[in-house]
């Protein structure tokens, strides 16, 4: 089964992230990088991406047949999506394994993806 | 994917309908256990219990209940941790649990939990879809996973056991008897994962507030107090049994918040009165609740004992300490009420218990409340 992993934080969290010294920021990245090299090399992990903070985000809304573009996020809220995995394995629980060995703190949501393979 | 949760709940429903309809006819097979799982069985044996033809057979049914084949024992297992699977809302968890594993139907669930059928119906049609579509494994967790998992187990059946429990004696008549069945939910699991003291704790648990029973309430069906319980309507042969069960479980050498929970009852149930408890022992083992699970509802529980031996005032600073976290909660103003009493101060203490009554559900502990604040 796949689901995505999103992981969130606070706002606060992200900017003491962006405001980490040199190092200290490639020291986490590295972790964060062999999280995804290892489980990627297992197959458990199938995709995936981080993303810029929510001051970087647009936002299109589509009425009407319209698209009106406005800036920000769709939705202000206190916890923000960093990044995300799309991760193949047996079950839940095994999702939910994965996400508690994520190195980046914070919030994992886990959501199945849905599956048309046989529509 | 959903097969094995379903097909295991419709086992459940169908062989308990299946077999109340052919048994009278065709006699009771002779491997019942094959016939029935988990406490669709139990509650067979309630019903043959009223058939004195049965009895017999009710014998062996109730045998292989304690010692079912091992196949039979890993499918009620898996069931019972699907049902209580963290991904499941808590009032999912105990609904599923009542249904699929206890054989309650939809109206009995929902007049134990005193909320609307469709309310109930809504979260256990909910519960099944998220187990289909998140994808909730039907197994029993392994290695490190057991043990957390196994706690989310016994918070449910402890939910379970405290909704039945102090509810009893509520006005509610048809309501069943869940602390029963929560205590042979626990004995199950209990057998089949003997491995486990904190199971064995809660069992423990369970039985000791069940062996005073008797003694909570008066002819007039009001609430009696632990101090002014008469202790010989309590069950002494089942305070044995928990106490036994504790040894066992401390022979295990891996304590818990249970088995902590546990003893504290079993020095109550040993005591001759309130006066002559063991209060140093049980302000010790509340101390020790505190670093294995602390909140302030055992903060509360730890002040009240430690009056006993630290005079009114000590306790009530204490009790004030919590004042925050258990504003809404009755009981942390009755106790205040009862702190303030004995210091004399009664005015402050008929305020105290005034809040206590606005905050309280429960009609026989609204009764005690009221007669309290009319003396």
Redesign the interface.
């Known amino acids: 089964?796949k689901?995505v992993l999103m992981f969130a934080g606070s706002v606060e969290d992200q900017e003491a992230w962006e405001k980490l010294p040199k190092d200290q920021l490639a020291a986490a990245y590295e972790h964060v990088n062999k999280w995804f090299d290892e489980h990627s090399k297992a197959g458990r992990i199938v995709g995936g991406a981080e993303l810029k903070g929510p001051s970087s985000s647009t936002t299109v809304r589509i009425k009407n047949g319209k698209a009106i573009v406005t800036d920000g996020p769709f939705i202000e809220a206190k916890e923000i999506i960093g990044g995300f995995a799309i991760v193949d394995v047996?079950?839940?629980?095994e999702?939910?394994?994965l996400a508690k060995t994520w190195p980046g703190g914070g919030i994992v949501e886990?959501r199945?993806v849905v599956d048309h393979s046989n529509d | 994917m959903l097969g094995d949760f379903e097909l295991a709940e419709e086992v459940v429903q169908d062989s308990l309908v299946a077999a109340l309809q052919k048994w009278p006819e065709q006699g009771i097979p002779d491997k019942p256990g094959a016939w029935l799982m988990t406490a669709a069985r139990r509650r067979a044996i309630d019903i043959l219990r009223r058939d004195k033809r049965y009895r017999e057979k009710l014998a062996l049914l109730e045998r292989s209940v304690l010692a079912p084949e091992p196949a039979e024992a890993d499918d009620r297992l898996r069931l019972i941790f699907t049902c209580c699977h963290p991904a499941l809302s808590p009032e999912a968890q105990v609904a599923l649990t009542l249904r699929a594993v206890v054989g309650f139907t939809t109206p009995e669930i929902a007049s134990a939990f005193l909320v609307a059928e469709a309310t109930v119906a809504q979260r256990i049609v909910r519960a099944k879809r998220k187990i289909v579509e998140a994808g909730i494994p039907y197994r029993v967790p392994e290695g490190d996973e057991l043990a957390g998992r196994l706690d989310g187990v016994l918070s449910v059946l402890y939910l379970m056991f405290n909704e039945g429990y102090l509810s009893r004696g509520a006005e509610v008549a048809m309501r069943r008897d869940l602390a029963d069945d929560a205590l042979w939910l626990t004995g199950l699991v209990g057998t089949l994962m003997p491995d486990q003291p904190e199971v064995l704790g809660l069992l423990a648990l369970m039985k000791l507030n069940l062996a005073r029973s008797a003694a909570r309430f008066d002819a007039a069906g009001e609430i009696v107090l632990l101090p002014d319980q008469d202790r010989g309507l309590w069950d002494h042969a089942s305070i044995a049994d928990a106490i036994a069960l504790l040894d066992r479980a401390g022979a295990m050498k891996s304590t818990g918040p249970y088995q902590v929970q546990a003893a504290i009852a079993a020095l109550h149930s040993e005591a001759r009165s309130w006066q002559e408890t063991d209060w140093h022992q049980i302000v010790l083992l509340y101390d020790a609740l505190v670093r294995m699970a602390d909140s302030p509802v055992v903060r509360l529980n730890r002040a009240v004992a430690l009056g006993q031996f630290a005079g009114p005032q000590m306790a009530l600073g204490e009790v004030n300490d919590l004042a925050i976290a258990l504003g809404g909660y009755h009981l942390f103003h009755s106790t205040r009420a009862e702190l303030l009493d004995q210091l004399g101060e009664r005015a402050l203490a008929r305020e105290a218990r005034q809040r206590a009554l606005e905050l309280c559900q429960n009609p026989a502990e609204r009764s005690l409340l009221e007669r309290k604040l009319r003396s």
Request: proline fraction near 9%; aromatic fraction near 10%; charge should be negative.
């Open positions: 089964m689901y047996k079950d839940l629980d999702a939910l394994a886990v199945p």
